[in-house]
């Protein structure tokens, strides 16, 4: 049975890979900062283990680790979910405190998360590691400066660890999806909306011209992705970033 520990598990894309991997027979631990979201899910699903905690913080990174893996009982799948979007607003207008805390949620804790998973992702059998990218972390992302920067950052971070980690059998992989749909990507259309003069509708369908496959992204897909990778069929798979974004040509 893996045992998974999903960050920012308790909505969103996370909730999904909750609700995946459960649905696969994993152990889960999510923990999240949305004490309302994180009931309502252990309440969905029997045996998943949910605790409030906020990843903008070491000092609670550092009990929420070692708590997951005491009530796991070990670690096989480490999912860095945890990611904020950030104010949109050019870089010579970005307020430097609000840069320091996409970093801190979207980076720097990906950094404290991992590094204390891996001594016990060194004791599973086939340990592996997904950070969540971003379409952002593939093109330039105007009024996104921190987003992006992360999300590139994610990516040098996830290669790294591809490299540092396979010969303890250990495999890390970044996802990098499009647009999911929900209250996230609706203040991120009204935020470019409100800083181009555009209506949100205008800005949606110019999102949308720029991809190959019309639509969001539905995070049902982004969580069975997950899955495959964690599984034995991606033993071969590691270093990538796997785009699931309808072939969109820019962020
Ligand atoms: N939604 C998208 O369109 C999209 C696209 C590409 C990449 N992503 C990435 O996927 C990941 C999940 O995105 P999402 O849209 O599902 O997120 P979301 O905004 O729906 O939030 C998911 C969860 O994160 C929790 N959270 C926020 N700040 C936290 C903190 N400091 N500590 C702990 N939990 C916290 C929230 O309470 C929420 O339950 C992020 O890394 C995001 O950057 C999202």
Redesign the pocket.
């Known amino acids: 049975m893996q045992r998974v520990l999903i960050?920012?598990g308790?909505?969103?894309?996370?909730r999904e890979f909750a609700r995946a991997f459960a649905a696969e027979g994993a152990k889960v631990f999510i923990?999240?900062?949305?004490e309302k979201?994180l009931g309502e899910l252990a309440k969905e699903i029997p045996g998943l283990v949910a605790k409030r905690?906020?990843?903008?913080a070491r000092a609670e990174i550092e009990r929420m680790v070692p708590g997951a893996i005491a009530s796991l009982g070990g670690l096989d799948v480490l999912i860095n979910?945890?990611?904020?979007?950030g104010l949109t607003l050019p870089v010579d207008q970005y307020p430097p405190d609000d840069w320091d805390k996409v970093i801190a949620?979207?980076l720097t804790a990906m950094f404290d998360v991992t590094r204390l998973a891996i001594p016990h992702l060194k004791q599973s059998k086939a340990g592996c590691i997904i950070n969540?990218?971003?379409?952002a972390g593939r093109y330039g992302f105007a009024n996104r400066s921190p987003y992006a920067a992360t999300?590139w950052g994610v990516i040098g971070f996830t290669k790294t660890l591809a490299i540092e980690l396979g010969s303890f059998g250990i495999r890390a992989n970044a996802i990098a999806?499009?647009?999911?749909d929900?209250e996230?990507?609706q203040r991120v259309f009204r935020g470019r909306a409100q800083i181009s003069g555009r209506s949100t509708e205008e800005v949606r369908k110019e999102a949308f011209s720029q991809q190959s496959i019309d639509g969001f992204?539905d995070?049902q897909d982004i969580a069975q992705l997950a899955v495959f990778l964690a599984s034995d069929a991606a033993k071969s798979i590691s270093g990538q970033v796997i785009p699931i974004d309808n072939d969109r040509q820019r962020a």
């Open positions: 960050t920012a308790a909505a969103g894309i996370g923990c999240d900062i949305d979201s905690y906020d990843m903008s979910n945890a990611g904020i979007a949620v979207n969540m990218s971003s379409i999300k999806p499009g647009a999911v929900g996230r990507i992204i995070p």
